[in-house]
């Protein structure tokens, strides 16, 4: 059943990115200027060069930062035992983001690849913070509004960062609320290598978590080391994180949804659940930047309102759940 509901998933975020790539509040792009993905447009091939140029890096962006997000939140609701837990709504996005907007505010603006470092420490310690409060709060919807707090605190500093320097508001201003509409120059590579090392972990933590699913002594007994699970596990959260936020900004419950719909198509083990996390990650982000182009002729509705728009109602219908003892 995974597999029959993960091969519609995967051609499902193979018909969104091709809709990605010709709809949008351009027209004009058909099937026929496709070819320029593959040879360079003639300079007075208009449709050509927006293929290439805009929407070819904007659909890989909506497409990579989804995938990194929905993997990250399948492990941290799996590590954590709480099905609410979101890198977005646990301050994990908000850490990277913070990470990067002060590196821009310090040193100006830099090459994608200068900031991964702080993107990841920002991460990083956004994850061990959270990690900390989930140790003293047992309590799914306690630790949600622990993260709620630490999202905020972190997203006023860089509001604080973004207002002291016309600089940095300017590099910042749309990449802030979430946004593949322009991508930073050369930053799609250092987010797919760190997309891939964060995939990496979260493989090597998969069996591990799946152990501990059994319950912490049976996982002992089973010869899994607790300590090495969970820095296998919170460290693809922060990883997988940070490529998506250094791609498209903080993206909020991309993670909280993409598991969900995951559980739905049939996925079980922690690895499964993983790569149909990041199928319905990449598709809900493609969907939305989509709908964000089209649906208002002439507006072009950022990527991160209209992820928050489907992902806010699931929040509370979850929440709902909880209180009823459903989840």
């Known amino acids: 059943m995974a597999l029959r509901h993960g091969a519609t998933m995967l051609a499902g975020v193979g018909l969104l990115f091709l809709g990605s790539l010709l709809l949008g509040a351009r027209p004009g792009v058909g099937l026929s200027d496709l070819a320029a993905l593959i040879y360079p447009p003639d300079p007075q091939d208009a449709p050509g060069i927006v293929l290439r140029e805009m929407r070819l890096p904007r659909s890989c962006a909506a ?14 609701q799996t590590l954590s035992r709480n099905p609410l837990a979101d890198p977005g709504l646990l301050g994990v996005n908000a850490g990277a983001a913070f990470g990067i907007a002060l590196t821009v505010w310090l040193s100006g603006p830099l090459p994608a690849g200068q900031l991964i470092v702080p993107a990841l420490i920002g991460a990083g310690l956004a994850s061990a913070v959270i990690w900390a409060l989930g140790a003293a709060m047992r309590n799914p919807l306690t630790l949600i509004l622990g993260g709620a707090a630490l999202t905020a605190m972190l ?5 604080g960062v973004m207002l002291i ?4 508001l300017d590099a910042l201003r749309y990449w802030s609320v979430g946004s593949v509409d322009a991508v930073p120059p050369g930053s799609l590579g250092p987010a797919a290598l760190l997309a891939l090392v964060g995939a990496g972990l979260a493989m090597a933590a998969a069996r ?4 501990m699913a059994l319950g912490e002594d049976v996982a002992q007994a089973l010869g899994t080391s607790l300590g090495l699970t969970r820095a296998l596990a919170l460290g693809a959260t922060a990883v997988l994180s940070a490529a998506a936020v250094l791609v498209a900004g903080p993206l909020a419950f991309v993670g909280l949804v993409a598991p969900h719909v995951a559980r739905m198509a049939g996925a079980s083990g922690t690895g499964t659940l993983c790569v149909l996390s990041a199928a319905g990650g990449g598709a809900l982000v493609l969907l939305a930047d989509i709908a964000g182009r089209i649906i208002l002729p002439g507006l072009v509705i950022e990527a991160g309102l209209g992820v928050t728009l489907i992902g806010g109602p699931v929040l509370i219908w979850l929440v709902r759940r909880h209180a009823a003892g459903d989840i």
């Not at 497409?63 to 941290?76: D, F, H, R, S, W």
């Not at 320097?165 to 940095?168: F, L």
């Not at 591990?208 to 152990?211: I, N, T």
């Open 155 to 159: 997203g006023a500093a860089l509001r």
């Open 208 to 211: 591990r978590l799946d152990a």
């Open 63 to 76: 497409l990579l930062a989804g995938a990194a997000l929905g993997a990250a939140g399948a492990v941290i």
């Open 165 to 168: 320097d016309n600089g940095a």
